[in-house]
């Protein structure tokens, strides 16, 4: 299986290398500057119709969206214990909290990078940041109460789940003040040998 990986440092595709390197897997970087504009050239448009990153070409297959191609890819590799089958108990667990990830935690992350550092000044809305904070350490909260008990979200041991939320979590190390467990989780999570360590 040829696995190519459309990524930038920093970027989601992060989310992928990451899962790439605990499966051990072969892969190739295709490097693509968002910052230049060449996620909306022709040549990039052709492989994601939105020219965000993540894609990952299979093949002659590509896949988008970062959850998506984490989970298909810990499931491609059952024996690696990185997503639960589905019908195992610990199955609810991990789809609740890739979920999470995705949505509940994102969401305003994403909201406060954009409005705070990516958007120009004239397009940023820096209203926005403080209520995206507010939401943000509600959901930090949430996920403090989870990792208190337990060294990972799903089963007491490293999933995809964590892969997922440990790269947002990432982005505003400083806001996890004030979440001992959180803060003990992340640095666990970048202890890892295949921590992608562009990602912060
Ligand atoms: N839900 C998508 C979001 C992808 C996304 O927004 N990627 C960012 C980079 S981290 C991007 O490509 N932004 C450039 C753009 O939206 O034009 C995923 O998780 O794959």
Same mark, same amino acid.
């Given at each position: 299986?040829?696995?190519?990986?459309?990524?930038?440092?920093?970027?989601?595709?992060?989310?992928?290398?990451?899962?790439?390197?605990?499966?051990?897997?072969?892969?190739?970087?295709?490097?693509?500057?968002?910052?230049?504009?060449?996620?909306?050239?022709?040549?990039?448009?052709?492989?994601?119709?939105?020219?965000?990153?993540?894609?990952?070409?299979?093949?002659?297959?590509?896949?988008?969206?970062?959850?998506?191609?984490?989970?298909?890819?810990?499931?491609?590799?059952?024996?690696?214990?990185?997503?639960?089958?589905?019908?195992?108990?610990?199955?609810? &667990?991990?789809?609740?909290?890739? !979920?999470?990830? *995705?949505?509940?935690? $994102?969401?305003? +992350?994403?909201?406060?990078? @954009?409005?705070?550092?990516?958007?120009?000044?004239?397009?940023?809305?820096?209203?926005?940041?403080?209520?995206?904070?507010?939401?943000?350490?509600?959901?930090?909260?949430?996920?403090?109460?989870?990792?208190?008990?337990?060294?990972?979200?799903?089963?007491?041991?490293?999933?995809? &789940?964590?892969?997922?939320?440990? !790269?947002?979590? *990432?982005?505003?190390? $400083?806001?996890? +003040?004030?979440?001992?467990? @959180?803060?003990?989780?992340?640095?666990?999570?970048?202890?890892?040998?295949?921590?992608?360590?562009?990602?912060?």
């Amino acid at each position: 299986m040829e696995l190519v990986l459309f990524h930038m440092p920093g970027s989601r595709a992060e989310r992928v290398r990451w899962m790439l390197d605990e499966l051990g897997l072969d892969y190739r970087l295709e490097n693509i500057d968002l910052f230049k504009g060449e996620g909306q050239g022709e040549a990039y448009l052709a492989i994601h119709p939105l020219g965000q990153l993540p894609a990952l070409k299979v093949d002659d297959d590509v896949m988008i969206e970062s959850g998506a191609i984490v989970q298909w890819l810990a499931e491609s590799v059952p024996d690696s214990g990185l997503a639960p089958a589905p019908g195992e108990p610990a199955r609810r &667990a991990f789809d609740q909290w890739m !979920y999470f990830a *995705a949505t509940s935690l $994102e969401d305003p +992350a994403w909201e406060m990078m @954009l409005h705070s550092r990516i958007l120009p000044a004239e397009q940023a809305v820096a209203d926005i940041v403080p209520f995206a904070e507010q939401r943000y350490r509600r959901v930090l909260g949430v996920l403090e109460a989870t990792l208190r008990d337990s060294e990972y979200l799903v089963a007491g041991r490293f999933s995809a &789940a964590d892969i997922m939320t440990g !790269y947002i979590l *990432a982005w505003f190390p $400083e806001l996890l +003040a004030g979440f001992p467990a @959180l803060q003990a989780y992340l640095a666990r999570l970048q202890q890892r040998p295949a921590y992608p360590r562009a990602a912060a």
